[in-house]
């Protein structure tokens, strides 16, 4: 049982990345899903999360209108589509469901000119 981050990497101020979340395991339609980031020398907060059927979503202020949380229950994948970058958006992104104990390894989102 395990989440899997990947789509990290380093963009431009104003850039776009699509971090991707693979779930082994179970299956995620019965779950709420998260995304988590921490930047160095800062606690974990939570950036987004969407409602098992995906009816419904939820953002930290700051990334309201610039990130996009989606998932397939289908292909038991959930996504952060982020726009519109920032240098404060940089950080160690994590999947997060209560389903799955811990933290996966992230994904390392750097935005910087």
């Known amino acids: 049982v395990q989440l899997v981050e990947s789509g990290g990497g380093l963009v431009q101020p104003g850039g776009s990345l699509r971090l991707s979340c693979a779930a082994s395991?179970?299956?995620?339609?019965?779950?709420?899903m998260s995304w988590y980031r921490q930047a160095p020398g800062k606690e974990r907060e939570l950036v987004a999360m969407?409602?098992?059927?995906?009816?419904?979503?939820t953002y930290v202020d700051s990334v309201k209108g610039r990130f996009t949380i989606s998932r397939d229950n289908a292909k038991n994948m959930v996504y952060l589509q982020m726009n519109s970058l920032k240098p404060e958006d940089t950080a160690m992104y994590y999947c997060?469901?209560?389903?799955?104990?811990?933290w996966g390894q992230g994904t390392q989102v750097t935005v910087s000119s």
């Open positions: 395991g179970f299956t995620i339609s019965s779950y709420y």
């Open positions: 969407i409602t098992s059927a995906g009816g419904s979503t």
């Open positions: 997060y469901t209560t389903r799955v104990r811990g």
